[in-house]
């Protein structure tokens, strides 16, 4: 998979341009607050129409602009395609695969990318909300219906949380809440099939990667925590619905008298350990940092594995952030697929030969 032909037009703060993207290295380069990022953005969008910098369209058109556009020729599944993305203000956005509308759901069968940014670093130390975040954004490319099943579970998480914090001034509300307990646990059942499969493989990748990595000294393992009550989050989907509905069940009194939702896979989590230890409770920062470099190597091995093809790996300025060592083990696993890799520094990068150097100023490529 790769990228060809990349062009924007009233995206940020990059000027209209439209560049053509080598199938190896992709060196971007400039100082700080350049567009930089904002390139690897566009590159991401096309994967999932989903930005990781943005909450909202609008914050993705230039100041002064009415719109802004992502044109984009792409290379997967053996064949040539062009992507187009319009996002206007005040309308939805647009979605276009060889002039055929689709949702972004159905984007994610055209481009996959694995993106590797400074904050994944702290993938381990952060809340559970960031490791749910990783996995969702890596089973939405691989499954496509995922996005979809996610959308549908967080449209009744709402509404369940309004009927929770209003029943008290509109009692009609309670006449609908169980078919809104039966909807979530129903999606939160499927949802926790896909994570935790998710888990499972991802780990088949990242244990191997840990133990080189640390010099055979660290064993790497992942496990997936949901509602206390599912005993198995690999079951058949009835088991673990009907193990949900027991929880739910449990605690609707609780969540009647607070006013919150405490039943569903909105707080699951992806559990790490190193050597038998939770590596977000005992590991050093050093350890962590390297468990999350293992990771997303390991989602990028896991997604060749899955469709037959390397996805395009996003790099965005996070050499800076490791020392020598680690410098040179991440380097050593990227050098196959298109990548295209930010910095500040050429030289930084000076080892990953072979490819293309863009320079970025002022949101300009020169």
Partial sequence: MRVLRLSTEGFRMLAPASIELGSGVNVICGENAQGKTTLLEAVYLLTLNRSFRARTDKELIAFGAERAFIDADVEAGGRQQRIELCYERGRRRSV???KVKKSAAELSD??????FCPED???????????????????????PGYRKLLSSYNTIYENKCAILKNWRE????????DEFNEGLCRYSARICRYRAAFVRRLEEYAAPIQREFSGEREALTLGY???????????EEVAIYEQIALRQSELRRAELESGQCLVGIHKDDMEVELNGLSAR???????????????????????????????????????????????????????DGQILITCCDESSVARLSGGQVFRLEGGRVL
């Fill in 170 to 177: 509109d009692a009609s509300l309670l006449e609908v809440l």
């Fill in 110 to 115: 055209t481009l996959k990318a694995v993106l």
């Fill in 96 to 98: 276009k695969v060889n």
């Fill in 121 to 143: 670093l702290q993938l381990l130390r952060e809340g559970a909300a960031e490791r749910r975040r990783m996995m969702d954004n890596a089973i939405s490319q691989l499954r």
């Fill in 281 to 335: 409770s005992y590991a050093s920062q050093g350890q962590t940092r390297t468990a999350a470099l293992s990771l997303k190597l390991a989602e990028r091995e896991l997604f060749t594995a899955e469709t037959g093809e390397q996805p395009v790996l996003l790099l965005d300025d996070v050499l800076s952030e490791l020392d020598q060592r680690r410098q040179e083990f991440v380097l050593n696993h990227i050098r």
């Fill in 225 to 235: 925590k949901t509602v206390s009550t599912v005993t198995d989050p690999m079951a």
